[in-house]
């Protein structure tokens, strides 16, 4: 599993995501649903984030914590 798909299973907003997984991504980073979901961190109804970027990869390359299985 990718980081990328990884993220596409969490289902968190991006506040949890930068929160839980010390990243820092901003909103053009990120590719979220176009409905708002609920956020599976915080439990809020929120814009899901589904993916990163291609070329802001490297953003979520260096974190341990965002492991694949
Ligand atoms: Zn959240």
Known sequence: MTKNEKIHELEYCRKCLNQVYH????RNDVMVYEYLGTCKHCNKTSKIVHRVKRNKLWKIMFSRKLKGD
Request: overall charge positive; aromatic content about 0%; hydrophobic content about 50%.
């Open 23 to 26: 990243l820092n991504l901003k």
